[in-house]
């Protein structure tokens, strides 16, 4: 499963790309603008994304992926430095599959939940 990390902060990539590259083949973004051209030209199964980066806010590139018919099903993780309920919500409200925010939450629950996300991880739950 391809991964695309879009995340700005040195530490928090590398702490990511270190703990899901065990399990995932991660590509990395710092910016909307390289998330873009990534996810384009090599179509990962599934986004970790920060809200607040150099570029702007994350929320217009999770809004145009989810408006996509291909992507609509398409796994997306926030881990971000934003705690406050309205952008919480809003990104809830994008479709989300999970929101965790950084020193609240730590790079493993992001993890987990992407490995509850994968194909693999339904068809197990299914078969038992």
């Known amino acids: 499963m391809k991964v695309l990390l879009l995340e700005p902060d040195e530490y928090y990539q590398s702490q990511l790309l270190e703990l899901l590259g065990r399990e995932f083949d991660v590509i990395t973004a710092r ?3 390289s998330a873009e051209n990534l ?3 090599t179509a990962p199964d599934m986004l970790v ?12 590139f999770l809004e145009k ?9 398409l796994p997306i993780i926030i881990f971000s430095q934003i705690s406050t309920l309205p952008d919480i919500e809003a990104a809830l409200t994008i479709g989300v599959n999970g929101y965790f925010v950084k020193g609240q939450n730590h790079v493993n629950d992001v993890k987990k939940l992407l ?6 991880a339904h068809t197990a739950d299914n078969a038992s």
């Open 65 to 73: 992926l989810r408006r996509d018919p291909n992507n609509s099903t």
């Open 49 to 60: 994304s920060e809200l607040m980066l150099s570029d702007g806010p994350s929320f217009e």
């Open 31 to 33: 910016d909307r603008s």
């Open 115 to 120: 490995l509850n996300l994968t194909p693999e």
């Open 39 to 41: 996810f384009n030209s």
